[in-house]
């Protein structure tokens, strides 16, 4: 019963902080990679990954349609960058920000690629490339949304469902 507290815990701390943006872990980048194209790509998707949603109101449909095909464009924008730039330092961090885009659109109502936000969650929870922090909030919010998702309506069987999830 202790790590079923532990995780929750964790889980409503990760909840309770603002978003963290993907960090370098401060290792050396590829010299090959250091193209005008390639730094120029990778400021573009930074800002467009941090253009956030603060003081806006997503209570409506059209806002909340309008935030789903954004979050959606960061997404894809992330993972055109990581294909384009496969050896790149900064790949991890474009993943991290493809995975924390599609989840943040699920949240919205998106189910088109519950499959790839899976796989990135996956992949992401040993990505030397990010800090352990980042790592931790994106796993955290992948079961958040899973647990969020299940029909349960009472208070104990959504706790019950960090376990199954787990």
């Known amino acids: 019963m202790g790590s079923v507290l532990r995780r929750t815990l964790c889980v409503a701390l990760l909840l309770a902080t603002p978003v963290v943006q993907a960090q370098s872990t401060g290792e050396p980048e590829n ?12 400021q573009s998707l930074q800002s467009a990954a941090q253009a956030g949603t603060a003081g806006r ?7 909340r349609e309008a935030e789903r095909a954004r979050q959606l464009d960061v997404a894809e924008q992330a993972l055109s960058f990581q294909t384009q730039y496969a050896t790149h330092a900064k790949r991890g961090e474009a ?3 493809e995975a924390l885009a599609l989840l943040k659109a699920a949240s919205l109502g998106d189910r088109t690629f519950d ?52």
């Open 95 to 97: 993943k991290a920000i």
């Open 115 to 166: 499959a790839r936000r899976s796989q990135l969650v996956g992949e992401l929870r040993g990505e030397p490339a990010l800090t352990s922090t980042m790592r931790c909030e994106i796993v955290a919010r992948y079961k958040n949304l899973n647990v969020a998702q299940l029909p349960w309506t009472a208070r104990a069987e959504r706790v019950a469902g960090y376990t199954i999830t787990a």
């Open 57 to 63: 109101d997503l209570t409506s449909g059209t806002a």
């Open 31 to 42: 010299p090959l990679d250091q193209s005008s194209d390639a730094e120029q790509d990778w």
